[in-house]
T-cell receptor
Framework: AQTVTQSQPEMSVQEAETVTLSCTYD???????LFWYKQPPSRQMILVIR??????QNATENRFSVNFQKAAKSFSLKISDSQLGDTAMYFC??????????FGGGTRVLVKP | GAGVSQSPRYKVAKRGQDVALRCDPI?????LFWYQQALGQGPEFLTY????????KSGLPSDRFFAERPEGSVSTLKIQRTQQEDSAVYLC?????????????FGPGTRLLVL
């Protein structure tokens, strides 16, 4: 069974600064996919960024980028130029062939003005 | 187009009551998922449909939980004889194709409180 661990329950960052969220996972699969989801207070989960395990190049989406270290089973998310609208819960998630997502416990990010 | 919708948004039930939670996926989406999110935790997988076929129900916590998607579109999650530990937000998600990279689009959830 796969497990996903997010060790930071809460992070705060000043507006326009950078914050990095950590995620580690455990799996025996070789082909899998990793995701970061954002859940604002309205609770609708939104995909932020995704990474295929077979790709060495780290994914980027505008201000969001990941640092994927396959050997270490680490998948951190960097939010650059933080904005007030980035305040939310962030969940790291893993998916293999079965299509179901396995989520970590989440990190609450608070962007301060 | 419209996203994933869920109803009701909030449900209060007395312990022992049966409840039914509805999910309307994005039109044309083949895959549909149910997740349970306890307060302060990440969502946990309950069950997965590909069209009308329930391919994975390994996450259903007990035989009191039942899900169906009879026509391959709308899905209903039914909980019989609700218990206090069933209190959670129930999230529905859908995706266009049944491939792992496909994005899952989530609904707003149904918050269930069992008293």
């Amino acid at each position: 069974a796969q497990t996903v661990t997010q060790s930071q329950p809460e992070m705060s960052v000043q507006e326009a600064e950078t914050v990095t969220l950590s995620c580690t996972y455990d799996t025996s699969e070789n082909n899998y996919y990793l995701f970061w989801y954002k859940q604002p207070p309205s609770r609708q989960m939104i995909l932020v960024i995704r990474q295929e395990a077979y790709k060495q190049q780290n994914a980027t989406e505008n201000r969001f980028s990941v640092n994927f270290q396959k050997a270490a089973k680490s998948f951190s998310l960097k939010i650059s130029d933080s904005q007030l609208g980035d305040t939310a819960m962030y969940f790291c998630a893993f998916k293999a062939a079965g299509n179901k997502l396995t989520f970590g416990g989440g990190t609450r990010v608070l962007v301060k003005p | 187009g419209a996203g994933v919708s869920q109803s009701p948004r909030y449900k209060v039930a007395k312990r022992g009551q049966d409840v039914a939670l509805r999910c309307d996926p994005i039109s044309g989406h083949v895959s549909l998922f149910w997740y349970q999110q306890a307060l302060g935790q990440g969502p946990e997988f309950l069950t997965y449909f590909q069209n009308e076929a329930q391919l994975d129900k390994s996450g259903l916590p007990s035989d009191r939980f039942f899900a169906e998607r009879p026509e391959g579109s709308v899905s209903t999650l039914k909980i019989q004889r609700t218990q206090q530990e069933d209190s959670a937000v129930y999230l529905c998600a859908s995706s266009l194709d049944p491939v792992p990279l496909e994005t899952q689009y989530f609904g707003p959830g149904t918050r269930l409180l069992v008293l």
